[in-house]
């Protein structure tokens, strides 16, 4: 079964309005979970990388204050895509691992603005 | 920096073809490889890894083997199904559990 599940699957948020994506692990503590984006056709490019109790590291490029990572437990992370945008509209998938296991990916959210 | 390299899809066969998918990388230091396969509509699923130079991966009739000489990890399977139609990213690991992609090469099987 899925250890790692991401919610919601598919979300679509009008222009303007703000939109959060959980991805949570089931059976394992994520000491590190990563936030990737993938654009049609194309690769997943990694946006930020999230440890446990600490803030996020983003990629060069990545505005940290229109993608909110938050990790406050061992379970959870959440990215909330602030003020979306039409251009925002993509395939976004979270990654996790325990620092001992192999990363484990959710199955992603398609996240449409309208 | 660490890049990957994989060849552009669709790439189109029909059932019980030989496959490959190729792929090479550039890093410094010996990276971790990797192949993974993203059904339509799902997050990705590790297919396959080798840690080290000469390591070959296996797993559902696929194989790669980690050539250092030739900085490559092509992807290859003997008969390939209906059901291994999807997108294949060959990936990297850049340390602390830090992938980097290939852009992904979508197989189509036909019957």
């Known amino acids: 079964g899925a250890v790692v599940s991401q919610h919601p699957s598919w979300v679509i948020c009008k222009s303007g309005t703000s939109v959060k994506i959980e991805c949570r692990s089931l059976?394992?503590?994520?000491?590190?979970m990563f936030w990737y984006r993938q654009f049609p056709k194309q690769s997943l490019m990694l946006m930020a990388t999230?440890?446990?109790?600490?803030?996020?590291?983003?990629e060069q490029g990545v505005e940290k204050d229109k993608f909110l990572i938050n990790h406050a437990s061992l379970t959870l992370s959440t990215l909330t895509v602030t003020s979306a945008h039409p251009e925002d509209s993509s395939f976004y998938i979270c990654?996790?691992?325990?620092?001992?296991?192999?990363?484990?990916f959710g199955n992603g959210t398609r996240l449409t603005v309208t | 920096g660490n890049s990957v390299t994989q060849m552009e899809g669709p790439v189109t066969l029909s059932e019980e073809a030989f496959l490959t998918i190729n792929c090479t990388y550039t890093?410094?230091?010996?990276?971790?490889l990797f192949w993974y396969v993203q059904y339509p509509g799902e997050g990705l699923q590790l297919l396959l890894k080798?840690?080290?130079?000469?390591d070959k991966g296996s797993n559902k009739g696929f194989e790669a083997t980690y050539r250092k000489e030739t900085t490559s990890f092509h992807l290859e399977k003997g008969s390939v199904q209906v059901s291994d139609s999807a997108v294949y990213f060959c990936a990297l690991s850049g340390g602390y559990n830090k992938l980097i992609f290939g852009a992904g090469t979508r197989l189509a099987v036909h019957p």
């Open positions: 990654s996790a691992t325990d620092q001992n296991s192999p990363l484990h």
């Open positions: 059976d394992f503590q994520a000491t590190t």
């Open positions: 999230s440890n446990e109790g600490s803030k996020a590291t983003y």
């Open positions: 080798a840690t080290k130079a000469d």
């Open positions: 890093a410094t230091g010996y990276p971790s």
